[in-house]
């Protein structure tokens, strides 16, 4: 049905419905602009450190402002914050500009943790800021960027060049089942 106005509809319920229908696959495949539904890709931006990084949305949880107690765990390795009470589930902490071989992270009011979404392994891990959602189209996505001051690199899936900016994507995922980052102990 070529129907340009929905009000024409307006005493047909049912082909107004499958109007509606129509319209919304038209959007949700991206027919008709030319552009592929799965163009636009959002992560969320966050900063280690003077690098800025982004987190596939997928993969990230939630954001949580830095916990005001944290339990630190006897025989832990120094990256390792401690627990957390997060709405009554305790959340293991990582300090993970420590972890990559940087600094430890001084908390202050930028500071926030990134939790996982990993169903087997909950990981909050604590970055200098989060920069909130960041969109970018398929093709601004690239194979290679520049080395990052800290040891990332096994952790990064691409990058999203726009204009002079290179945002490194860094898997959460890849990071939580790391042997490496299992490895807590002391």
């Not at 690098?51 to 944290?70: G, M, Q």
């Not at 940087?102 to 990134?114: N, S």
């Amino acid at each position: 049905m070529q129907s340009s106005k929905l009000s024409s509809l307006a005493k047909q319920p049912f082909e107004l419905l499958l109007e509606l229908e129509r319209r919304s696959r038209v959007v949700a495949t991206g027919q008709g602009s030319g552009v592929a539904a799965d163009a636009e890709r959002v992560g969320i931006a966050f900063r280690l450190g003077g690098e800025k990084f982004v987190a596939p949305r997928d993969e990230t949880r939630e954001v949580l402002t830095y916990p005001a107690s944290i339990t630190r765990v006897p025989g832990a390795r120094s990256w390792v914050s401690g627990l957390a009470n997060v709405r009554g589930q305790l959340i293991p902490i990582f300090d993970l500009k420590s972890y990559l071989g940087g600094a430890a992270t001084i908390p202050d009011r930028l500071t926030r943790v990134l939790v996982a979404n990993h169903r087997e392994y909950p990981a909050g891990l604590v970055v200098d800021e989060v920069m909130g959602f960041r969109r970018f189209s398929a093709s601004e996505f690239v194979d290679e960027w520049a080395p990052t001051i800290l040891r990332c690199d096994r952790y990064l899936t691409g990058a999203y060049r726009r204009g002079q900016e290179t945002w490194p994507v860094f898997s959460l995922i890849q990071l939580v089942e790391s042997p490496h980052f299992m490895k807590v102990a002391a």
